[in-house]
Protein backbone atom coordinates (compact mmCIF):
# COMPACT_ATOMS: atom_id res chain seq x y z
CA UNK A 1 0.00 0.00 0.00
CA UNK A 2 1.72 3.43 -1.27
CA UNK A 3 0.93 5.93 1.61
CA UNK A 4 2.04 8.96 -0.32
CA UNK A 5 1.04 9.05 -4.37
CA UNK A 6 2.69 11.12 -6.98
CA UNK A 7 0.11 10.34 -9.89
CA UNK A 8 1.73 12.41 -12.16
CA UNK A 9 4.91 11.14 -13.59
CA UNK A 10 5.76 13.77 -15.15
CA UNK A 11 5.16 17.39 -16.21
CA UNK A 12 6.50 19.68 -18.98
CA UNK A 13 6.35 23.43 -18.42
CA UNK A 14 7.71 26.46 -20.38
CA UNK A 15 10.16 28.60 -18.28
CA UNK A 16 8.29 31.54 -16.44
CA UNK A 17 5.24 30.13 -15.97
CA UNK A 18 4.12 28.43 -12.92
CA UNK A 19 5.24 24.56 -12.22
CA UNK A 20 2.36 22.63 -9.87
CA UNK A 21 3.25 19.48 -8.09
CA UNK A 22 0.80 17.38 -6.56
CA UNK A 23 1.01 15.10 -3.87
CA UNK A 24 -1.35 12.59 -2.00
CA UNK A 25 -1.26 10.72 1.03
CA UNK A 26 -3.47 8.08 2.53
CA UNK A 27 -1.85 8.49 6.40
CA UNK A 28 -3.52 10.57 8.46
CA UNK A 29 -1.22 10.11 11.37
CA UNK A 30 1.50 12.09 9.14
CA UNK A 31 2.43 15.26 10.19
CA UNK A 32 5.09 16.45 8.42
CA UNK A 33 5.95 16.84 5.11
CA UNK A 34 8.81 17.84 3.16
CA UNK A 35 9.55 18.21 -0.65
CA UNK A 36 13.02 16.88 -2.58
CA UNK A 37 14.65 17.73 -5.79
CA UNK A 38 16.79 15.23 -7.26
CA UNK A 39 19.16 15.13 -10.37
CA UNK A 40 20.67 11.56 -11.73
CA UNK A 41 23.05 9.66 -10.21
CA UNK A 42 23.06 12.72 -7.37
CA UNK A 43 20.98 12.29 -3.58
CA UNK A 44 18.24 14.21 -3.05
CA UNK A 45 18.65 17.55 -1.89
CA UNK A 46 15.55 19.22 0.32
CA UNK A 47 13.58 22.29 -1.08
CA UNK A 48 10.83 22.71 1.71
CA UNK A 49 8.78 21.53 4.10
CA UNK A 50 5.67 21.49 5.56
CA UNK A 51 3.92 20.96 9.07
CA UNK A 52 0.74 19.70 9.34
CA UNK A 53 -0.82 22.54 11.59
CA UNK A 54 0.22 24.79 8.47
CA UNK A 55 -1.73 24.97 5.31
CA UNK A 56 0.93 26.78 3.51
CA UNK A 57 5.33 27.55 3.75
CA UNK A 58 7.36 29.86 1.17
CA UNK A 59 10.38 29.91 0.59
CA UNK A 60 11.42 32.41 -2.77
CA UNK A 61 10.04 30.60 -5.81
CA UNK A 62 8.70 27.57 -3.65
CA UNK A 63 5.29 27.48 -2.16
CA UNK A 64 4.21 23.98 -0.84
CA UNK A 65 0.53 23.96 -0.04
CA UNK A 66 -1.14 21.76 2.28
CA UNK A 67 -5.17 20.16 2.34
CA UNK A 68 -5.66 18.25 5.62
CA UNK A 69 -9.28 17.41 4.29
CA UNK A 70 -8.43 16.46 1.40
CA UNK A 71 -4.85 14.86 2.13
CA UNK A 72 -3.01 16.83 -0.62
CA UNK A 73 0.06 19.15 -1.35
CA UNK A 74 1.18 20.10 -3.85
CA UNK A 75 4.72 22.01 -4.37
CA UNK A 76 4.52 25.57 -6.53
CA UNK A 77 7.35 26.81 -8.57
CA UNK A 78 7.14 30.25 -10.17
CA UNK A 79 8.44 31.52 -12.64
CA UNK A 80 9.93 28.02 -13.56
CA UNK A 81 13.64 28.59 -15.02
CA UNK A 82 15.44 25.45 -16.63
CA UNK A 83 17.75 24.45 -13.92
CA UNK A 84 14.48 23.19 -12.09
CA UNK A 85 14.62 20.13 -14.54
CA UNK A 86 14.60 17.19 -12.17
CA UNK A 87 12.68 14.76 -10.35
CA UNK A 88 10.53 16.29 -7.67
CA UNK A 89 9.75 13.70 -4.28
CA UNK A 90 7.14 14.09 -2.19
CA UNK A 91 7.98 12.79 1.59
CA UNK A 92 6.28 12.55 4.39
CA UNK A 93 6.37 11.58 8.04
CA UNK A 94 5.12 10.57 11.66
CA UNK A 95 5.94 12.84 14.35
CA UNK A 96 8.30 11.17 16.92
CA UNK A 97 9.38 8.90 14.28
CA UNK A 98 12.20 10.15 11.92
CA UNK A 99 11.32 7.38 8.39
CA UNK A 100 10.25 9.57 5.79
CA UNK A 101 7.86 7.86 3.39
CA UNK A 102 8.30 8.99 -0.17
CA UNK A 103 6.34 8.97 -3.32
CA UNK A 104 7.20 7.76 -6.74
CA UNK A 105 8.62 11.50 -8.04
CA UNK A 106 7.27 13.75 -10.66
CA UNK A 107 9.86 14.79 -13.37
CA UNK A 108 9.95 18.03 -14.33
CA UNK A 109 11.13 19.69 -17.11
CA UNK A 110 11.21 23.07 -17.86
CA UNK A 111 11.66 24.36 -21.45
CA UNK A 112 12.60 27.68 -22.93
CA UNK B 1 29.83 21.67 2.15
CA UNK B 2 28.05 18.22 1.93
CA UNK B 3 26.74 17.23 5.04
CA UNK B 4 26.83 13.34 4.22
CA UNK B 5 29.39 11.69 2.37
CA UNK B 6 28.90 8.45 1.11
CA UNK B 7 31.36 6.23 -0.69
CA UNK B 8 31.66 4.86 -3.22
CA UNK B 9 30.09 6.60 -5.40
CA UNK B 10 29.59 4.12 -8.14
CA UNK B 11 31.06 -0.27 -8.27
CA UNK B 12 30.85 -3.07 -10.08
CA UNK B 13 31.09 -6.35 -8.57
CA UNK B 14 30.93 -10.13 -9.77
CA UNK B 15 28.15 -12.04 -8.76
CA UNK B 16 28.55 -14.13 -5.61
CA UNK B 17 30.84 -11.19 -4.36
CA UNK B 18 30.70 -9.27 -1.24
CA UNK B 19 30.09 -4.74 -1.74
CA UNK B 20 30.41 -2.49 1.41
CA UNK B 21 28.73 1.12 0.98
CA UNK B 22 30.08 3.87 4.12
CA UNK B 23 27.86 6.48 5.43
CA UNK B 24 29.58 9.57 6.82
CA UNK B 25 27.91 12.34 9.34
CA UNK B 26 30.36 15.40 8.47
CA UNK B 27 28.63 18.18 10.50
CA UNK B 28 27.27 16.53 13.51
CA UNK B 29 26.40 12.78 15.17
CA UNK B 30 23.85 10.83 14.23
CA UNK B 31 22.51 8.28 16.31
CA UNK B 32 20.16 6.94 13.66
CA UNK B 33 19.99 7.17 9.97
CA UNK B 34 18.36 5.17 6.97
CA UNK B 35 19.55 3.59 4.09
CA UNK B 36 17.42 3.80 0.72
CA UNK B 37 17.05 1.95 -2.56
CA UNK B 38 16.09 3.63 -5.91
CA UNK B 39 15.44 1.20 -8.78
CA UNK B 40 15.36 3.11 -12.48
CA UNK B 41 11.86 5.32 -12.69
CA UNK B 42 10.75 4.14 -9.62
CA UNK B 43 10.26 5.66 -6.12
CA UNK B 44 12.89 5.92 -3.25
CA UNK B 45 12.24 2.63 -1.08
CA UNK B 46 13.65 2.56 2.58
CA UNK B 47 15.23 -0.34 3.38
CA UNK B 48 16.41 0.23 6.96
CA UNK B 49 17.26 2.01 9.71
CA UNK B 50 20.75 2.24 11.30
CA UNK B 51 20.75 2.37 15.04
CA UNK B 52 24.23 3.33 16.20
CA UNK B 53 25.56 0.78 18.91
CA UNK B 54 22.11 -1.76 18.31
CA UNK B 55 20.67 -3.56 15.43
CA UNK B 56 19.16 -2.57 12.33
CA UNK B 57 15.72 -2.09 11.97
CA UNK B 58 14.71 -3.61 8.58
CA UNK B 59 11.90 -2.65 6.28
CA UNK B 60 9.66 -5.58 5.04
CA UNK B 61 10.71 -7.33 2.15
CA UNK B 62 14.13 -7.00 2.99
CA UNK B 63 16.38 -9.73 3.83
CA UNK B 64 18.40 -8.43 7.00
CA UNK B 65 21.20 -11.29 6.08
CA UNK B 66 21.62 -9.98 2.89
CA UNK B 67 21.91 -5.95 3.33
CA UNK B 68 24.48 -6.08 6.35
CA UNK B 69 24.13 -2.79 8.53
CA UNK B 70 26.75 -1.85 11.29
CA UNK B 71 26.44 1.82 12.97
CA UNK B 72 29.54 1.41 14.98
CA UNK B 73 30.21 5.20 15.22
CA UNK B 74 27.96 8.51 15.60
CA UNK B 75 29.25 9.56 12.24
CA UNK B 76 29.48 6.17 10.64
CA UNK B 77 27.24 3.52 9.10
CA UNK B 78 28.05 0.80 6.66
CA UNK B 79 26.03 -1.71 4.18
CA UNK B 80 26.93 -4.23 2.94
CA UNK B 81 25.22 -6.59 0.03
CA UNK B 82 26.42 -10.01 0.31
CA UNK B 83 26.52 -12.44 -2.52
CA UNK B 84 25.56 -10.05 -4.77
CA UNK B 85 22.98 -10.91 -7.59
CA UNK B 86 22.27 -8.48 -11.16
CA UNK B 87 19.18 -8.12 -9.31
CA UNK B 88 20.63 -6.17 -7.02
CA UNK B 89 22.08 -3.55 -9.10
CA UNK B 90 20.31 -0.55 -7.74
CA UNK B 91 20.73 2.98 -6.61
CA UNK B 92 21.73 2.78 -2.72
CA UNK B 93 21.21 5.76 -0.76
CA UNK B 94 21.94 7.12 2.66
CA UNK B 95 20.40 9.61 4.72
CA UNK B 96 20.55 11.32 8.29
CA UNK B 97 18.75 13.58 9.91
CA UNK B 98 19.88 16.60 12.39
CA UNK B 99 16.82 16.04 14.42
CA UNK B 100 13.46 15.38 14.98
CA UNK B 101 11.33 16.81 11.87
CA UNK B 102 14.00 18.88 10.08
CA UNK B 103 15.01 18.21 6.83
CA UNK B 104 17.13 15.02 5.42
CA UNK B 105 20.49 14.89 4.24
CA UNK B 106 21.40 12.77 1.82
CA UNK B 107 24.66 11.21 0.34
CA UNK B 108 25.25 11.48 -3.32
CA UNK B 109 24.17 7.79 -3.59
CA UNK B 110 26.02 4.57 -4.85
CA UNK B 111 25.09 3.18 -8.19
CA UNK B 112 26.01 -0.92 -7.95
CA UNK B 113 26.30 -2.69 -10.49
CA UNK B 114 26.27 -6.50 -10.39
CA UNK B 115 27.16 -8.76 -13.26
Known amino acids: DQQVKQNSPSLSVQEGRISILNCDYTNSMFDYFLWYKKYPAEGPTFLIS?????DKNEDGRFTVFLNKSAKHLSLHIVPSQPGDSAVYFC???????????FGAGTRLAVHP | GAVVSQHPSWVICKSGTSVKIECRSLDFQATTMFWYRQFPKQSLMLMATSNEGSKATYEQGVEKDKFLINHASLTLSTLTVTSAHPEDSSFYIC???????????FGQGTRLTVV
Open chain 1, 91 to 101: AANKGGYNKLI
Open chain 2, 95 to 105: SVYRELNTEAF
Open chain 1, 50 to 54: ISSIK
